[in-house]
């Protein structure tokens, strides 16, 4: 079944993401495309790279952003790794099924102080969401983003 998922991925995706910061009770936007693409050399390995604009309701204004990534398939499992930034190279997450086979959960990530958890759920081929907490001493974020294949 990860597999199955894994294979999927392939293709371009449009994202819309909402952030809510559950301290500040306010709420910030992001939209943009995700691109899946086989890794040059590994059958197993899709880069990913996203691209587009964080708008900040507060300060009414827009920030254009991109995150690259590379999902590694491993026996029952996939393994988000870094791709850019300084800590590139570095797990993510490691995604596995627990008890459904349309939600794939995720290993904890920590970053500095923060702790971050999500959990991906598969609607159907075309469409899947996923969702973060990320907690720590001044941070309390809810983020939401939804996954639809461009065709």
């Known amino acids: 079944m990860v597999k199955k998922i894994f294979e999927n991925l392939k293709g ?3 994202i819309k993401r909402v952030i809510n910061d559950l301290n500040l009770n ?13 890794s040059n050399n590994e059958i197993d390995s899709l880069n990913y790279i996203e691209n587009g ?18 999902y590694k398939i491993e026996e029952n499992r996939i393994n988000i790794i870094l791709d ?17 086979e349309d939600v794939l959960k995720g290993s904890e990530h920590i970053c500095k102080l923060d702790k971050h958890n999500g959990i991906y759920i598969f609607i ?28």
């Not at 604009?53 to 590379?70: A, D, G, M, Q, V």
């Not at 850019?84 to 459904?100: A, I, M, P, R, W």
């Not at 996923?130 to 983003?145: C, R």
């Open 26 to 38: 306010k709420s910030n936007y992001a939209n943009g495309i995700v691109s899946f693409t086989q």
């Open 84 to 100: 850019d930034g300084v800590t590139k190279g570095e797990l993510f997450q490691s995604l596995f099924f627990e008890n459904n």
């Open 53 to 70: 604009k964080l708008l900040l309701n507060e300060k009414n204004k827009s920030i254009n952003f991109t995150r690259k990534y590379i």
């Open 12 to 14: 371009d995706w449009i």
């Open 124 to 151: 159907d081929e075309s469409n899947f969401y996923i969702e973060y907490t990320v907690n720590g001493p001044k941070t309390n974020l809810f983020i939401k983003t939804e996954y639809s294949k461009i065709k």
